[in-house]
C-alpha cells in the first residue's frame, strides 16, 4: 500500500485540487484509490461523485480501532525499516544520526540529533549535507532517509487522535 498526504498549514493553496488530480492520475493508471478529504470544509466530493459515504466523521475515523492499528504500523516502519537503516555503516559514521523521540503520550517521532543529542531537528538534517565529512556518495541515500522521515512523522502525527473535550 502507498499511501500519499497533501497537507499544508495555509488555507487556500490547492491541496484539495491536487489531492483530487493526483487521485485521478492513480485511478486512471489502474492503481486502486481512496481519497480522502479530512479538511473542516471537506470539498473533494465537489469534484467526483462519491462512490460510499462513511458513516461518520474524520473524529470516528481516527479513534477507531484500524487508525490505532494504522499508527501501529507506521512507528513500526519507523524503527524498524527507516530507524535501522540510519542505525547501520556508513551512517553510524556520520556526526549527526537519525534517531527515535517518543513523546509523554507514547507518539514516537524520528528526528535527527547531534552524537551527544545537545542539539535536535530538521536543521541538523541541512547541516549534515553540507558538512565536509558527509560523503558525497551518501547524499542521495540521505534524502531518501529525511522524505522517508518526513513522510511517515506527518502520518503518524496526522493519525494520532485530538481529545475534543481539552
Not at 462513511?54 to 487508525?67: F, H, K, M, R
Not at 559514521?93 to 523521540?101: A, D, E, V
Not at 529525511?146 to 475534543?164: D, T, V
Request: proline fraction near 5%.
Amino acid at each position: 500500500m502507498k499511501v500519499a498526504a497533501v497537507v499544508s498549514t495555509k488555507g487556500g493553496p490547492g491541496k484539495t485540487t491536487v489531492g483530487a488530480n493526483l487521485g485521478a492520475f492513480c485511478a486512471d493508471a489502474g492503481v486502486r484509490t481512496l481519497l480522502i478529504d479530512l479538511d473542516n470544509q471537506p470539498s473533494l466530493s465537489s469534484f467526483y461523485n462519491l462512490s460510499h459515504e462513511a458513516p461518520g466523521g474524520t473524529y470516528q475515523l481516527i479513534t477507531s480501532n484500524e487508525c490505532s492499528q494504522l499508527v501501529s504500523s507506521l512507528i513500526l516502519l519507523a524503527t524498524e525499516q527507516v530507524l535501522a537503516q540510519a542505525e547501520r555503516y556508513p551512517f553510524t559514521l556520520l556526526p549527526i544520526r537519525m534517531t527515535r523521540q517518543s513523546t509523554g503520550a507514547g507518539t514516537v517521532f524520528l528526528r535527527w540529533s547531534r552524537m551527544d543529542r545537545s542539539k535536535m531537528g530538521v536543521d541538523l538534517w541541512a547541516e549534515l549535507i553540507l558538512d565536509d565529512r558527509t560523503p558525497v556518495s551518501l547524499v542521495s541515500e540521505l534524502l531518501a532517509m529525511e522524505l522517508q522521515r518526513i513522510m511517515i512523522n506527518m502520518q503518524i502525527s496526522g493519525n494520532r487522535p485530538a481529545n475534543p473535550l481539552s
